[in-house]
């Protein structure tokens, strides 16, 4: 069998169970040249932000930043739709050389006055950390003007990737936690963190925490509100999901409010359940124990005989996963085992050296574990290991075409809620009608030189 053609400078971030020791290199500059499948700075604070609805949403930069995060999310609002519409300042030429500060000031006076949204985020791009412009200093201005926090979303720059964009969205979102009134919050009370409602997921999740008897106070960012993000501080515990996106965040709050925090999943049906029983046991409350469990085994009687039709069909098949954050990797891992096949290929863009320990200890000999990868290494694991099933984002989904392989999108731009009980469900059904559909019949599952 041929293996994958690795850069020697990468060999470190490539770990084969069974295999190799040590531990993986990870949490690193990508290496130049290597055509990786991270994201820019920019793009991960805006990915963050980008959910809050009744925010006005300006890129300062050229107009190409502004069309490649437009609608980056399948994020869905209850409410206002203002942060579906990607507003830029258009830098120019002229603007690289004169400084675009009159420009953005321009835009941001005509944009508040037109839109009166309840707060203003201004994104920085590589070309406006060149020229200087002073982003704080006109946000300042403007904020003072039209009585609103007008926040700078330090995001410029060519070396770091996404994990440094959500530092930044955090600490800009910082800036307004802590100035709502925080009156008649219940004791009994959460902010989720990480959850960008996709396909609506928030609404269910809420919901399931509602049943069970705990308040929700803000979502960050899902379906997010400023109001509420500004009186976030007044919650009793942060429950954060995509804890490479937000517990930056979190991890204020805990220092500046003393909020603590749990890290959650709401992936698969274990990591739901574990979610909810991990909450309600913070909380040491009997009547929310009861109310947790009684949820589990109400909606978990609803999907099991489903489960287990699929879990016969695919028994055995091998599925690949490559994701953004960590996190979803673990579920991702459980999930599939809960269907009955096997995880061979699973990595990540942004892991930690603690998420791959936990990735090595719930996978399986043999499995392939990699870190910030390229699209020629995920061509060959593919093909090395035989895979039926790629789960990925936008950027994986040629490669597992092109190879003749079915692919399941877990990215942002998805349109199918995979979250909670119900979303268990959906992905078994997705991933049975990708992995049987009769197209494989007539493409070459695998592509290996004879």
């Known amino acids: 069998m041929k293996t994958a053609a690795i850069l020697d400078q990468r060999q470190a971030q490539i770990f084969r169970k069974g295999k190799d020791t040590g531990s993986i290199d990870c949490n690193k500059d990508s290496l130049a040249g290597a055509v990786s499948q991270r994201a820019c700075v920019f793009c991960g604070s805006r990915v963050v932000l980008y959910p809050i609805a009744d925010a006005l ?20 609002s209850s409410g206002p739709e203002l942060h579906r519409l990607s507003f830029s300042t258009d830098l120019q030429e002229l603007d690289v050389i004169f400084g675009g500060e009159k420009k953005l000031e321009k835009a941001l006076d005509e944009l508040i006055d037109r ?7 201004v994104y920085s791009t590589c070309i406006v950390g060149l020229i200087g412009d002073d982003l704080e200093a006109v946000c300042k201005m403007m904020a003072a003007k039209k009585n609103i926090p007008v926040l700078p979303v330090q ?5 770091g990737n996404k994990r440094a964009g959500y530092r930044a969205a ?22 989720i963190l990480g959850d960008f409602n996709l396909a609506g997921e928030i609404w269910l999740i809420r919901q399931y925490f509602e049943k069970i008897g705990v308040e929700v106070v803000a979502n960050i960012t899902g379906d997010g509100r400023v109001d509420d993000i500004r009186r976030s501080h007044g919650a009793s515990l942060n429950v954060v999901q995509c804890s490479g996106a937000t517990m930056d965040l979190a991890d204020m709050m805990s220092v500046k409010y003393g909020i603590p925090s749990l890290r959650v999943s709401y992936f698969g049906v274990e990591d739901m359940a574990e979610a909810l029983y991990s909450v ?8 929310l124990v009861e109310n947790a469990r009684n949820l589990v085994k109400e909606e978990v009687e609803k999907l099991t005989p489903e489960l287990k039709r699929y879990k016969t069909a695919l028994q055995g098949k091998k599925a690949a996963i490559y994701v953004g954050g960590a996190f979803k990797a673990f579920s991702l ?39 910030d990868a390229n699209p020629l290494e995920l061509s060959a694991f593919l093909k090395e290991k035989e895979v039926d099933l790629f789960v ?15 692919f399941c999108d877990h990215n942002h731009e998805r349109k199918e809620m995979l979250a909670g009980f119900e979303g268990m469900l959906n992905f078994a059904r997705e991933v049975y009608s990708s992995v049987m559909s009769p197209v494989w019949n ?8 004879k």
């Open 57 to 76: 949403h300006l890129v300062h930069g050229p107009i190409g930043c502004a069309v490649y995060t437009w609608d980056i999310r399948g994020a869905l």
């Open 115 to 121: 839109h009166q949204p309840k707060a203003a985020f």
């Open 155 to 159: 995001s410029e720059g060519f070396k």
């Open 170 to 191: 955090c600490k800009a979102m910082g800036e307004l936690v802590g100035t709502g009134d925080i009156s008649n919050i219940s004791r009994y009370s959460i902010n």
């Open 280 to 287: 309600t046991e913070h909380f040491n409350d009997a009547r």
């Open 333 to 371: 891992v459980k999930a599939f085992r809960l269907i009955g096949m096997e995880v061979v290929m699973v990595g990540s863009q942004t892991g930690t050296p603690e998420d791959y320990i936990e990735l090595e200890e719930i996978t399986d000999e043999g499995t392939i574990i990699v870190d």
């Open 392 to 406: 990925g984002g936008v950027k994986e989904r040629p490669i597992a075409y092109k190879l003749g392989v079915a």
């Open 442 to 449: 007539f493409v070459p599952r695998r592509t290996e030189e």
